[in-house]
Structure formats: C-alpha cells, structure tokens
C-alpha cells in the first residue's frame, strides 16, 4: 500500500481531449507533487501544491493545470492533449514539501 | 538550474557482486539528495536519503550512499546485489524532486 491513492490506473484519450486525474495524499501529509514519467524517461517534474497553491513549476505548457483541495487532495488537468502527452502521471505527497516524497503507483495515460 | 545526471542506463551484473551506480548532481545551494527504486510494476520507492551530517548514507535493503561535496556526487552502492534488486533506480535532488533518467539493474541469477 503505497499510501497515496490515484484514480483512475489506466485511461485513455482522443488528441485533442481533456483529461483531470485525480490523487489523494498519504494522511498527514499536505503537500502534493504531479510528475510526467515518459516511457524509459525519470519523472519530470510538473508542478507542486501546498495551501491550495501552486508553489513551484517545471517547464511544463499552461495546457497543464491543477488544483488543490482544502483535504489536500489534488487534480491534475490536461487541456489540448497531444500524442506525446502519452505517460505515467505520479502524484507524490508529502508534509510541507520536504523530506522525502511518497509516490502513488501513477496513472497511464494514452493518447490516441 | 538544477539537474541530476545518472551516467549507467543499464547496468547487469551477477547474483553477489557490488554495486555502484554513478549520481551527479549541479546546484549551486544547499542539496538535498535522494535514491528512489521503482521495481516492476510497482510505485517509486524510497531507498535513502541525504539533508546533513554524516556523508555517508545508509538506506533500506543493504543500500548505501556517499555523499562527495567536491564532486558534486551521491552514488548508491551495495556490497552484494541479489536477484530482486533488479530495478530502475532514481537519483533526485531538493524537495521538488529533480531526478535523473534512471539506471536500470538487472541482476542474473
């Protein structure tokens, strides 16, 4: 049991769609992390979440978007799906964004 | 910037031999430093971690890391693999995880 829960496991989308996936963190953490992990590929780094906010960013397009509720849980959105948004999304949590990360087993997104 | 090099992308070695997989890291600041492992089909794991003292890191399952200032370096290393530690393994830095593209280890039997 990894902790933090991601939904759905498997989804798959037509180019040009929108997306939103879903993470609920580890209980007593409230930060949350969203990754890219391309096939083969390290997680990239999206962006990050804590009070609500968008704390930090990667060079990720404005096409990627979040939220965060006031139970931390987190959405990713995807607007303008491109074939090569094809990943594994991770959402990581933590408590105030330090010390070490627990990841969710992800969400495989195709894009056909 | 920040960034994090991980040199071997695929390393194979045999059932009781030592391991040491290559981290390198450039950040100007004060570094935070991790090893994830990401065995088949399963989520990233923790393996250890550096934020201060010792440089000399140990982590779950035998695991290691040395922490070397001067050359900007974190390698993870174990004295003797076994079969099931064959796996991807991350080396990310900071707490907004920056990571490496992976080393894959597999490890014959």
């Known amino acids: 049991d990894a902790g933090v829960t991601q939904s759905p496991t498997h989804l798959i989308k037509t180019r040009g769609q929108q997306v939103t996936l879903r993470c609920s963190p580890k209980?007593?953490?409230?930060?949350v992390s969203w990754y890219q992990q391309a096939l083969g590929q390290g997680p990239q780094f999206i962006f990050q979440?804590?009070?609500?906010?968008?704390?930090q960013r990667g060079n990720f397009p404005d096409r990627f978007s979040g939220h965060q509720f006031p139970n931390y849980s987190s959405e990713l959105n995807v607007n303008a799906l491109l074939l090569g948004d094809s990943a594994l999304y991770l959402c990581?949590?933590?408590?105030?964004?330090?010390?070490?990360?627990?990841f969710g087993s992800g969400t495989r997104l195709t894009v056909v | 910037a920040q960034s994090v090099s991980q040199h071997n992308h695929h390393v194979i070695l045999s059932e009781a031999a030592s391991l040491e997989l290559g981290c390198n890291y450039s950040?100007?600041?004060?570094?935070?430093l991790f090893w994830y492992v990401q065995y088949p089909g399963q989520h990233l794991q923790l393996l250890l971690k550096?934020?201060?003292?010792?440089?000399l890191v140990k982590g779950i399952k035998g695991f290691e890391a040395e922490f070397i200032k001067s050359k900007f370096s974190f390698n993870l290393r174990k004295p003797s693999v076994q079969w099931s530690d064959t796996a991807e393994y991350f080396c990310?830095?900071?707490?907004?995880?920056?990571f490496g593209a992976g080393t894959r280890l597999t490890v014959k039997p």
């Open positions: 950040y100007g600041g004060t570094v935070n």
């Open positions: 979440y804590y009070e609500e906010e968008e704390r």
């Open positions: 550096y934020f201060s003292g010792d440089p």
């Open positions: 990581a949590s933590s408590y105030r964004g330090g010390r070490g990360y627990t």
């Open positions: 209980s007593g953490h409230d930060t």
């Open positions: 990310a830095i900071n707490n907004d995880m920056r």
